[in-house]
């Protein structure tokens, strides 16, 4: 069975809920390189008492230096919730390929509350390396996660 | 002594010109609490085959996860260039309370080709924690480390 988006977009919404039950913000990453997972990432501020550790740069960062991989290019990246403008400023550095998200951040900001109020496609359309972007998928699954959230 | 803004930069601009010479990227960054030094940081991205490694990442990441810190709101960040939408991304989420930047955003684009076209004021604006930002401090000082220099 060929996998698809919506395969891949299952276990980050999986990682997600399980970020969130350990304390941390809902938010979770998988990392896919010819159909295979190759990483997953989980929101851990709370956990590393790090503001930064968002699901998606702390998996970019660790599988970068892990693996001595400097270049995302084959690489797609599948992510609960549309990143921030650091995450998505991660993914431009690192040239990654191809980028799928399911809640959009003005989902988000209207379950939560605003945050950085720029999206993921500004930040990649003023870019000199631009990953694609396939956005909500999973969206309903998605925007469960998020249920009696509000941030911390 | 006073320690002004120009003390801070010169140690911000001597990390950027290390980090040069070591084969990474040249840029430094030096955080200050009650006029000390508490960490200094620099471009590591080559070093740790990380491309998120950029010195004010690199460093607030550390400084929070060393010292359990979550909020840097009493603290300054001086940086040897403005920081990209990441790392003013990362800067929001620490809620850091100062920047102080040398060379800007377009001077650097001017030098070194296109970034990510998105200046910190336009991340900071958007953003619900606004660091105060002071700019071009000894910026003479700031241009000198690029003299020669290119993306690589």
Redesign the interface.
């Known amino acids: 069975m060929k996998k698809n988006d919506e395969f891949f977009m299952e276990k980050a919404i999986e990682l997600a809920l399980k970020s969130r039950h350990e304390g941390n913000e809902p938010f979770g990453a998988v990392l896919v390189k010819d159909e295979e997972v190759v990483m997953t990432g989980e929101n851990k ?1 709370h956990a ?7 699901a998606e ?1 702390g998996l ?2 660790e599988f ?2 892990e ?5 995302l290019n084959e690489y797609t990246l599948y992510t609960s919730c549309e990143p ?7 993914m ?4 990654l390929g191809r980028m799928v998200y399911s809640v959009s951040h003005d989902q988000l900001a209207e379950i939560a ?6 999206s993921c496609e ?2 990649i359309e ?3 390396m631009k990953p694609t972007v396939e956005k909500n998928i999973l969206n309903v699954e998605g925007l469960k996660v998020f249920e009696g959230y509000s941030f911390s």
Not at 84 to 90: D, L, W
């Open positions: 501020v590393h008492s790090d503001p930064t550790y968002h740069i970019i960062r970068c230096s693996n001595q991989v400097f270049d921030c403008v650091m995450c998505t400023g991660a431009v550095w690192s040239n509350g605003d945050n950085i109020m720029i500004d930040v003023r870019s000199p």
